[in-house]
């Protein structure tokens, strides 16, 4: 009797934290949309391009990204950020939706990056960022606007309290702050601002664009620099002072 007791204790007790949980969560479903771009058939394909149409699919990379794996964060003020990685083919045999539970609240951001190879080491390619409201056990679908990253492969200079970036990468890009950070000798880098305050000039006679940010930089560190646009935080060049 005492042993059937405790069993229906802890079958209680599962059922009451199993019902919390999903009390205080939501269900987050992030479709892809790539197995639709795999599964086009070429009369599909040729359609699309001739008539300047968009296949009914889930927003994704346009076929000419080309990228390896793909991370998903989620954050608030209010928890802690949840991040997720996913390789190309675990996206594709999941049937091109990522799902992922999330504590329920306001203004949780999502933000989904897809990273490429470049001189062997893995590059911002193609990102999203929306933010939306959840309440507890609700079930969302989610179609996140995305588009290309941008990356910084130009050299940069430090001079009379001015950084200087001139690069065709970063040519009509909407371009919205640039994120700095940076590296004491021997240690990891950090992040240090958020950088809103730039100017820029171009074309030149070469479509190359001069970015210039104003700011006091403190000498003996390595500083890299990212560019933000409405799809999120391109990949980092570095300068040192």
Same mark, same amino acid.
């Given at each position: /009797?005492?042993?059937?007791? !405790? ?8 059922? @009451? ?10 269900? &987050? ?35 000419? +990204?080309?990228? +390896?794996?793909? !991370?998903? $964060?989620?954050? @608030?003020?209010? /928890? ?8 190309? #083919? ?32 893995? /590059? ?7 933010? &939306? ?6 079930? &969302?679908?989610?179609?996140?606007? /995305? ?5 910084? %492969?130009?050299?940069?200079? =430090? ?6 970036? =001139?690069?065709?990468?970063? @040519?009509?890009? $909407? ?14 880098? +950090? ?7 730039? #100017? ?5 006679? %070469?479509?190359? =664009? ?8 403190? !000498?003996?560190?390595? =500083? ?18």
């Amino acid at each position: /009797m005492k042993r059937q007791t !405790s069993l229906l204790i802890i079958a209680i007790l599962f059922a @009451a934290l199993i019902s919390c949980s999903y009390e205080n969560t939501a269900t &987050v479903t992030i479709d892809t949309g790539i197995r639709q771009q795999a599964h086009l058939s070429i009369w599909d394909k040729i359609l699309a391009w001739v008539t300047f149409s968009k296949p009914l699919q889930a927003d994704q990379p346009p076929q000419y +990204v080309y990228f +390896v794996s793909l !991370s998903i $964060n989620v954050s @608030a003020p209010d /928890m802690n950020t949840i991040s997720q990685s996913f390789q190309y #083919s675990d996206i594709l045999n999941n049937n091109g939706k990522i799902k992922i539970e999330v504590i329920a609240g306001s203004q949780r951001k999502f933000e989904i990056i897809a990273y490429d190879y470049y001189n062997d080491s893995l /590059m911002r390619k193609y990102g999203g960022i929306t933010t &939306v409201d959840l309440s507890p056990g609700q079930q &969302v679908t989610l179609n996140i606007e /995305m588009g290309e990253l941008i990356n910084i %492969y130009s050299d940069i200079t =430090y001079d009379n309290s001015l950084i200087t970036i =001139y690069s065709v990468q970063l @040519a009509n890009n $909407n371009i919205i702050a640039f994120k700095l950070y940076r590296q004491p000798t021997g240690g990891d880098s +950090v992040y240090f601002a958020t950088l809103t305050n730039f #100017s820029v000039e171009g074309p030149d006679q %070469y479509n190359n =664009y001069t970015f210039t940010i104003p700011i006091m930089l403190e !000498s003996g560190f390595s =500083y890299y620099i990212s560019a933000v646009n409405p799809y999120g935080e391109g990949g980092t060049g570095s300068f040192t002072y």
